[in-house]
């Protein structure tokens, strides 16, 4: 297999409150399970949209394990290096919010196996055979210092075969525990910058760059919705010049008016050109973002959107910066529309959506 995207992180088995319910409203009772975690949506994303992924992960040698590896393994990742071993299947539950009352996620995902497994327990030089691009996410090295160290030393070793390298910072306050001494965001800022040196290609948003580097957009308050494009191309001139072997910054731009109501897109600087793009724009070609009124499952939509930057980037079609990012935002702009965390957009429904098609009319 050749020009192989590869991925790196948790995935988990994802529990889901119906009809919106809060957990405490609807426990005891029926549930939904699927598998979810940042870099497996990636990887799956990238492969509907027809580009080879590999996933790499720890899964435990028991039957959860084998039903995670099925499910991927159906989508058409490739699963062969998946190691198998100690630990658990984390687990996170999602209360889906409506109107004012906010998505709530609860992680239960302590001693996992992925938190637990030796870097030389992969066979990395097969990993790494064939692949061109790996991805991987602040997510993963909050989860232990062992992760911490394990994607440092993948980012690195990546770098060193020639690969690109992506991240997003994804920061998560309910995780960064793994030493007591220090809070959640000092504990994110002592290590995310080590591992940010060897990647190529910054994904994040407003509240990560804050949080994580301490670079603040001028002009924009997530909680009220209100964005400043220009403060985010500042935001991206500073990162680079904090980490100059980057070659491209991108940050998802959420209004979030309410739970069910967000305005949804994304800008790209390019080091190169020292230009930042937007997607998607008007016939102006000023931003003009998404409209979601009815948001069917937000959770995933940043997976998304990195999933269709690294998809464009990496294809004939749509790999200049303009064009890119205007491709990361219609695929996860879709997404939103999906329940759970894949984007199961195709190729032709992205490209619908680029071209102005947002009627949603039945096709037939």
């Known amino acids: 297999m050749k020009d192989v995207v590869v991925t790196f992180g948790e995935i988990m088995g994802r529990i889901d409150m119906p009809d919106k319910k809060k957990v405490i409203q609807n426990l005891p009772g029926e549930v939904s399970y699927n598998f979810a975690g940042a870099e497996a949506s990636v990887a799956v994303s990238v492969k509907y949209l027809g580009k080879n992924t590999r996933y790499v992960t720890a899964l435990p040698a028991h039957e959860l394990g084998d039903a995670c590896i099925n499910k991927l393994r159906g989508l058409g990742v490739d699963v062969d290096y998946i190691h198998r071993g100690e630990g658990r299947l984390g687990v996170y539950y999602v209360e889906a919010g409506a109107n004012q009352r906010p998505s709530k996620v609860i992680y239960d995902r302590e001693y996992s196996a992925i938190s637990m497994v030796d870097f030389d327990e992969f066979d990395w030089d097969s990993i790494f055979d064939g692949a061109t691009w790996l991805h991987t996410t602040g997510i993963t090295a909050a989860l232990s210092k062992k992760s911490a160290e394990n994607t440092l030393k993948v980012c690195k070793l990546a770098k060193e075969k020639g690969l690109k390298v992506s991240c997003d910072l994804n920061f998560r306050g309910k995780l960064w525990k793994f030493d007591t001494r220090y809070d959640a965001k000092t504990l994110a800022q002592m290590t995310m910058p080590e591992i940010l040196n060897y990647v190529d290609v910054l994904i994040g948003n407003e509240e990560d760059a804050a949080v994580v580097l301490d670079i603040h957009a001028e002009g924009t308050d997530i909680n009220s919705g209100v964005i400043s494009s220009d403060g985010y191309v500042s935001v991206a001139r500073q990162i680079i010049e904090r980490f100059p072997q980057m070659e491209k910054v991108a940050i998802t731009l959420r209004e979030s008016i309410s739970a069910s109501h967000n305005n949804w897109g994304g800008m790209l600087y390019d080091k190169l ?32 959107f990195a999933a269709g930057l690294i998809y464009a980037l990496n294809s004939d079609n749509y790999s200049d910066s303009e064009s890119a990012i205007k491709f990361a935002a219609a695929a996860s702009c879709l997404c939103h529309s999906i329940n759970g965390d894949f984007n199961y957009s195709s190729l032709s429904e992205v490209e619908h959506l680029m071209k102005g098609d947002s009627s949603g009319r039945v096709q037939r």
């Open 273 to 304: 050109q020292d230009k930042a793009f937007f997607g998607p724009v008007d016939s102006s070609n000023s931003y003009e973002p998404y409209r979601i009124y009815n948001i069917v499952d937000r959770v995933g939509g940043g997976d998304s």
